[in-house]
């Protein structure tokens, strides 16, 4: 998600909150969440709590996730919601926002793109480890929390052909996810090494702490031939 939005949902946080009934709401966004992360939203007690919930989920979701959330709103019968909304982003453009990804971007610098990755790739991984090809059960992980077999599947090269057939292969969006993290694999042999595995889900914008917490649990520091 580009910062700008982030920053907008942020900001606008307690009107949401007090506008959007997130029972009423939640069909609406399926395609923007996993059944666990439906799961976790609705087993907040209150119904704040349930969208604020769902507001934190949301900012971590793919590059078209605010686009989708913004077209809920009118699926939803919420267009004051999304009128509001988009007077706010009309007026950050004129304010200095018209840049895809914002005032961090402008002030990093396009070196910095891989920053926060490289950092704990370097730092909890070996180089042994950042070149093994990544197991199956760490993409099985890592699959729980990737949303969207055409998202993802088109990052790693795949045919829209070849995608529906991984859609058709299980009722189930993580099991699609992760047939195709394995085709990716056998595909790419050697290249499907844990680096460029971790660089795809980050282009798919696969939660950051997640995707740490997968690879450093499936490669622990001092596991690597010295």
């Not at 599947?153 to 052909?161: C, I, N, Q, R, V």
Request: net charge negative; hydrophobic share 35%.
């Amino acid at each position: 998600m580009e910062q700008r939005h982030k920053d907008l949902l942020r900001e606008n946080r307690v009107f949401l909150i007090d506008n959007l009934i997130m029972k009423n709401f939640i069909d609406h966004v399926a395609e923007l969440l996993t059944a666990n992360m439906e799961d976790t939203i609705m087993s907040n007690a209150t119904n704040h709590e349930q969208v604020g919930c769902f507001l934190n989920i949301l900012e971590r979701r793919g590059k078209g996730a605010y686009q989708k959330f913004i077209e809920a709103l009118t699926d939803a019968e919420c267009d004051h919601v999304r009128s509001h909304l988009e007077q706010l982003e009309d007026e950050d453009c004129v304010d200095g926002y018209d840049d895809i990804d914002g005032p961090i971007r402008q002030e990093t610098g396009n070196d910095d793109v891989d920053l926060h990755v490289s950092d704990w790739m370097k730092t909890d991984l070996s180089e042994e480890q950042r070149q093994t090809p990544i197991s199956e059960r760490a993409m099985a992980f890592v699959a729980r929390e990737a949303v969207g077999v055409m998202e993802v599947g088109k990052l790693m090269g795949f045919t829209e052909g070849r995608l529906r057939q991984f859609q058709a292969s299980s009722p189930i969006p993580s099991s699609q996810i992760s047939t195709m993290f394995s085709a990716w694999r056998s595909q790419k042999g050697k290249q499907a090494t844990v680096e460029n595995f971790v660089r795809l889900m980050r282009d798919a914008e696969v939660d950051e702490q997640h995707l740490k917490n997968v690879i450093t649990r499936e490669y622990p520091p001092g596991d690597a031939m010295a």
